[in-house]
T-cell receptor
């Protein structure tokens, strides 16, 4: 299984709502990532988990809260978002979270988030 | 520090023509380089990667790229474009710690019949 899955595919939420994005991989990868991608732009790194520990937080606002319950799962909890947070949220995983010849990242299909 | 520059935000070719997407990198360590493709409303798919070894790298869907250290380039090519190649293409370099990909701004490839 070489797939990263993400649910839901689409999400519409109001600014007062609480919602969660889910990501799953069964490749035995030990590093998982959240990216945010606005239209016509490259992905921007938000968080990195390595061996289930948060290793990088790219100064993301606290209304985004990541969670890694186990080595296969990654969640992104959303609360009190703003309309400018509307974007495609991509999850990725790689074999390791360090420099190696096997460190390509595999991406999921993304969740298209719209904040009203 | 690592960075990537993709020359040309938009490339248009005819079906059957050569595809050439340009990528130049800057890296303080031997670079690990990647090309990803993104179709509309989808995630990124890895086309190919260079880490060490052979400088001509073959990927999926007939794409290949050549690592040229002297030119700090990693251009993506395909001999004959197909309509299904129309997409957004991103070049990326792994940061020094190996913890994150640094992406170029992307190149939109259009293929006309």
């Amino acid at each position: 299984d070489t797939e990263v899955t993400q649910t839901p595919k689409h999400l519409v939420m109001g600014m007062t709502n609480k919602k969660s994005l889910k990501c799953e991989q069964h490749m035995g990868h030990r590093a998982m990532y959240w990216y945010k991608q606005k239209a016509k732009k490259p992905p921007e790194l938000m968080f990195v988990y390595s061996y289930e520990k948060l290793s990088i937080n790219e100064s993301v606002p606290s209304r985004f809260s990541p969670e890694c319950p186990n080595s296969s799962l990654l969640n992104l909890h959303l609360h009190a978002l703003q309309p400018e947070d509307s974007a495609l949220y991509l999850c990725a995983s790689s074999q390791e979270g360090r420099r190696s010849s096997y460190n390509e990242q595999f991406f999921g299909p993304g969740t298209r988030l719209t904040v009203l | 520090a690592q960075s990537v520059t993709q020359l040309g935000s938009h490339v248009s070719v005819s079906e059957g023509a050569l595809v050439l997407l340009r990528c130049n990198y800057s890296s303080s360590v031997p670079p690990y380089l990647f090309w990803y493709v993104q179709y509309p409303n989808q995630g990124l798919q890895l086309l190919l990667k260079y880490t060490t070894g052979a400088t001509l790298v073959k990927g999926i869907n007939g794409f290949e790229a050549e690592f040229k250290k002297s030119e700090t380039s990693f251009h993506l090519t395909k001999p004959s474009a197909h309509m299904s190649d129309a997409a957004e293409y991103f070049c990326a370099v792994l940061n020094q710690a190996g913890t994150a990909l640094i992406f170029g701004k992307g190149t939109t490839l259009s293929v006309s019949s």
